[in-house]
């Protein structure tokens, strides 16, 4: 089936198996390996993309299924200048990453929580825990994962005191990415 994906801002057109999944699209055919694929089951989350603004595991997608959308991916997050994010540097500071293999899954997912906590409020300790029961973690525990949203947050509130700034930033940036025209 011919369709079209707006991947990381970019269109990109081809021809899709009606059992083709997503992340294999994604890493196989357009070459995105910073999307994972752990259990291939739904259950890891290390394949965590955006679809249409929403965190989804692309191992239970199909392609054909997600024609038209717009998917942002780990690669579709960095900042113009390939730096890190204010929550993946978090991250990587609290220790959150270990290993890596579930990081972007996990960024993916934090992406949208950022995103919906609709107070402007940074998000509680049992907010986080929550959001990520569908990433899972053999390195960390999730503490310094939990740590890293902390930390990005406090550090937003103290260089610009009455927002949320880096969390914005990380929203501004995923939100960018699914806009920009290729």
């Known amino acids: ?19 083709e999944l997503l992340v294999e699209r994604l890493r196989d055919g ?14 890891c989350g290390s394949c965590v993309v955006r679809l249409d603004g929403r965190s989804a595991k692309s191992c239970l997608v199909l ?12 690669e579709g997050v960095a900042t113009p200048g390939g730096e ?5 540097e978090a991250l ?3 220790h959150g990453t270990q290993c890596g293999f579930c990081t972007p899954g996990m960024v993916m997912a934090l992406g949208e929580l950022v995103e919906n906590t609709a107070d402007g409020d940074a998000p509680t300790e049992p907010e986080i825990r929550e959001w990520l ?15 890293g949203v ?22 501004d940036a995923v939100t960018a990415a699914s806009g920009q025209e290729g």
């Open 150 to 171: 902390q930390r990005a947050c406090a550090s937003a509130r103290a260089a610009a005191p009455g927002t949320d700034a880096v969390c914005d930033a990380m929203a």
């Open 1 to 19: 089936m011919d369709l079209t994906l707006n991947v990381n801002g970019r269109p990109r057109e081809f021809t899709a198996e009606p059992n």
């Open 92 to 94: 990587r500071q609290e």
């Open 30 to 43: 357009l070459g995105l390996t910073g999307t994972k694929v752990g259990c291939d089951t739904g259950q």
């Open 63 to 74: 392609t054909v299924a997600a024609a038209g959308s717009e998917v942002t991916t780990i």
């Open 133 to 147: 029961t569908g990433n899972l973690c053999r390195c960390t525990g999730y503490h310094g994962v939990v740590r």
């Open 84 to 88: 890190l994010t204010g929550l993946q």
